[in-house]
């Protein structure tokens, strides 16, 4: 008891570690890709119970019940349905060996420790991962706008005063084809892959 209370007051009971994209193919994560897709790694976190696998399309989280345990439970966040948000980093202090690493995905929180020797690398994905919430955020006022505009086009066709030719009919076919592609296309990216490139240096 007195070990396990000494190894968290240290802050070393499960640190991680960044795999480097060498040792990839040697993680469990590896097996869940969706490489049919077009997903590949870009930073991996490994600790005795955890691996945190950041992808160009979502965070793959194998989640160990302990470190003796060969269970796991594969969890799976795809940023075109999940919103990323409070991201920080928690520096070391002076007895501490490990800087933490905290987020959200909606509603599920994130908080890894991770060996302070890798601060640098955990600054990459600190930016690439707040990039990414400002692009989700700036696609969810662009679909917000988007249902904005359908209502006011719903308004004109109560007023019988809609322009152009055809049936109303056809006109809502065209209507819901281009809500439709601005809602799941347009303003929903599904593949963050120039972000990774453009702030990951590992």
């Not at 691996?51 to 940023?79: M, P, Q, W």
């Amino acid at each position: 008891m007195f070990k396990r209370m000494a190894a968290e007051a240290l802050g070393i009971s499960d640190i991680g570690v960044i795999v480097g994209p060498a040792d990839y193919g040697n993680v469990d994560a590896d097996d869940y890709l969706f490489t049919e897709d077009g997903e590949q790694i870009f930073f991996l976190i490994k600790s005795k119970k955890d691996e945190y696998c950041f992808t160009n399309l979502g965070l793959i989280h194998v989640d160990g019940d302990s470190a003796i345990s060969s269970k796991r439970a594969i969890k799976r966040y795809d940023y075109a349905s999940h919103q990323i948000s409070g991201v920080t980093i928690e520096t070391a202090g002076t007895l501490d060996m490990d800087i933490e690493l905290k987020f959200n995905l909606d509603d599920t929180k994130f908080s890894i420790d991770v060996k302070k020797a890798f601060i640098e690398q955990l600054k990459d994905i600190y930016k690439a991962l707040i990039s990414i919430g400002k692009q989700q955020q700036r696609d969810a006022v662009c679909r917000n706008n988007a249902l904005r505009t359908l209502d006011a086009t719903a308004s004109v066709h109560k007023l019988n005063i809609a322009p152009g030719a055809g049936g109303l009919v056809s006109q809502f076919d065209e209507l819901l084809t281009a809500l439709n592609t601005a809602m799941l296309d347009t303003y929903t990216k599904r593949d963050f892959s120039d972000v990774y490139t453009k702030y990951i240096h590992n």
